[in-house]
């Protein structure tokens, strides 16, 4: 007599491999054989690996109960407990209930149950509990009787899945995808959108040391810290930080504290510029993007004027590479993104919604004093040029998930970050550099910058000694830009108010350039001072 053994579909567990090749195979006996006549084999016991199993050896009881429902009866027992079953259509014996958990079918009047074939008991709950969908059987086993949670979550009337994953650091983190409603229905069953957990509107509360999944009936889209801190030494980590921020470290294990301590606080638009390569900008950031995992994204300069922003607007840190910021507009969104408190998230397929936003912006580049327009006035910016190593690690970055745990510790036990100082917890002074002057002076417009080259001119080998000189827009254009169509007197004006930062004079008796010999007029001019472009290295960089 043939025995037919049914097969699952392809399918894993938890994203992993099932422990078997064949979940629902009856085992063989002791000898290794199976029995040709219609006495159920005492097969091995099922191993506790996965929900199929767990359900094939605890649960035969509720297989039997699912029978009874679909009006199957029970007929009698046998000496050896094995049961006798009669299907609701058929008449005498329909099949055999044996005390090894196995039911045998010897009737072809037994749907949805196939002739002279074995099931097991999850077999059973496939077939007349789920309408022949193993994954909503194995959904509703895991949730029903082995306490495990559903992937997925309703905000609002979207539904999501939490999804589990490794980074390439080997550190273990969580995604949350888009899923479609009538998926999850195919592949778990309609039931299991009752055990799907329901939220209200999402909300983001930084927090690296207590963190909670739910803030009243919201969900955080802040992701859990995924590090625990250790008392230990982190020779590396300090080589890297001395390397970023040179003779600025202090300010440097501020902003790390920053960033580890106070995820919920502002801190200033980190850059970190070099013409060279392989200076370590990008070690850097992935260094950052171990310790801070999930909560960090790195996206193009693109894509902060992409009409849909949900690739950084729940990140607690904006890493944003090879930046080369040309448009005026991406400025001011970056700008108004480290300053920012609410942001309204723009997704595809997602209705917008509102949350409070805790973004902090690093930026590396190639262009050291040309990667965006730094007005003279702005004080969010601290600019880090990067030289070449002086010390060369092939393995840093292995050595620096090691040290993760020691380097926490190490932010935990400096002096505590002094808030009270404004919005972000440093200076004026203390963000001040070189680079940061050098950007501000290459941002300045090209009038203004031919400006500067004619006043040096005027005030060296024109004017004499005079200390100052007065001019109005229209004087400098027939001066210097007569014959330049591309630029007039409101330019001009725009210019000496926007980046000279002066304003005119009260109404006054004047000679323009202070010319010998020019007639002297009334109006309103501007005072342009010797101090301003001789003494201050030719330019107007005070800040």
């Known amino acids: 007599m043939s025995v037919e053994f049914i097969s699952p579909p392809d399918f894993d567990l938890n994203g992993e491999p099932p422990p078997s090749t064949n979940l629902f195979v009856v085992p063989a006996d002791d000898s290794g054989n199976m029995s040709n006549s219609d006495t159920i084999p005492k097969g091995r016991k099922y191993k506790y690996t996965d929900p199929v199993n767990w359900y094939n050896c605890n649960k035969s009881s509720h297989a039997k109960e699912l029978l009874q ?74 949730i029903n009787f082995l306490q495990e949670k559903s992937p997925y979550l309703r905000v609002g009337v979207d539904y999501f899945k939490l999804i589990h994953k490794t980074d390439r650091f080997g550190i273990e983190g969580t995604e949350l995808k888009k899923w479609k409603k009538e998926e999850i ?10 055990h799907i957990p329901k939220f209200d509107n999402f909300c983001i509360v930084p927090d690296n040391f207590s963190y909670k999944a739910v803030i009243g009936n919201c969900y955080n889209l802040y992701h859990p810290f995924r590090h625990t801190e250790a008392a230990s030494d982190c020779p590396w980590s300090r080589i890297l930080m001395e390397h970023i921020f040179g003779e600025q470290i202090s300010v440097g294990y501020r902003y790390m504290q920053c960033l580890y301590l106070h995820p919920d606080k502002m801190a200033p638009i980190l850059v970190l510029v070099s013409r ?17 995992g999930d909560n960090m994204v790195v996206i193009n300069p693109e894509d902060l004027v992409s009409g849909f922003n949900s690739s950084y607007a729940t990140s607690n840190i904006i890493a944003i590479e090879e930046t080369l910021i040309e448009k005026s507009v991406t400025v001011e969104k970056l700008k108004s993104l480290a300053t920012g408190k609410f942001i309204s998230i723009n997704e595809k397929f997602i209705s917008p919604y509102k949350v409070p936003f805790h973004g ?19 004080i969010r910016f601290l600019i880090r040029k990067i030289g070449f190593p002086k010390q060369s690690n092939h393995q840093i970055e292995d050595i620096l998930v090691k040290e993760i745990p020691a380097f926490l510790h190490h932010l935990s036990s400096l002096p505590p970050v002094d808030f009270s100082i404004g919005r972000v917890p440093f200076t004026i002074e203390e963000l ?58 409101a330019y001009i004006r725009s210019v000496i108010k926007s980046e000279f930062n002066l304003l005119p004079c009260e109404h006054m008796r004047y000679i323009p350039f202070a010319s010998p010999g020019s007639m002297s007029k009334t109006g309103t001019p501007y ?14 960089l005070s800040t």
Do not use: C
């Not at 229905?185 to 009752?194: A, C, F, I, S, V």
């Not at 300045?444 to 400006?451: A, C, E, I």
């Not at 005072?527 to 107007?540: M, V």
């Open 69 to 142: 429902k679909s009006y199957w009866i029970q007929l009698s027992v046998d000496k050896d407990n094995t049961e006798n079953w009669r299907a609701p259509l058929d008449e005498g014996i329909s099949a055999k209930f044996g005390d090894d958990k196995l039911f045998y079918v010897i009737s072809d009047n037994a749907v949805p149950f196939s002739n002279k074939t074995y099931y097991a008991p999850f077999q059973i709950l496939v077939l007349l509990g789920f309408k022949a969908n193993y994954y909503a059987a194995i959904s509703w086993v895991s």
């Open 185 to 194: 229905k195919e592949d778990h069953g309609r039931q299991h959108l009752t």
């Open 276 to 292: 060279e390569r392989q200076t370590g900008k990008t070690t850097f950031l992935n260094w950052l993007n171990m310790i801070f």
């Open 360 to 378: 902090k912006i690093i930026m590396s580049s190639n262009n050291e004093d040309k990667f965006a327009r730094i007005d003279e006035e702005e």
């Open 432 to 489: 001040k550099n070189d680079s940061l002057i050098a950007v501000k002076k290459e941002s300045k417009s090209t009038l203004y910058k031919d400006l500067v080259e004619h006043f040096i001119e005027l005030f060296e080998n024109e004017v004499g000694s005079e200390s100052f000189v007065y001019a109005n827009p229209v004087e400098i254009k027939r001066k210097w830009f007569e014959f330049n169509s591309q630029i007039g007197a």
């Open 527 to 540: 005072k342009f001072t010797r101090k301003q472009f001789l003494e201050q290295d030719k330019q107007l």
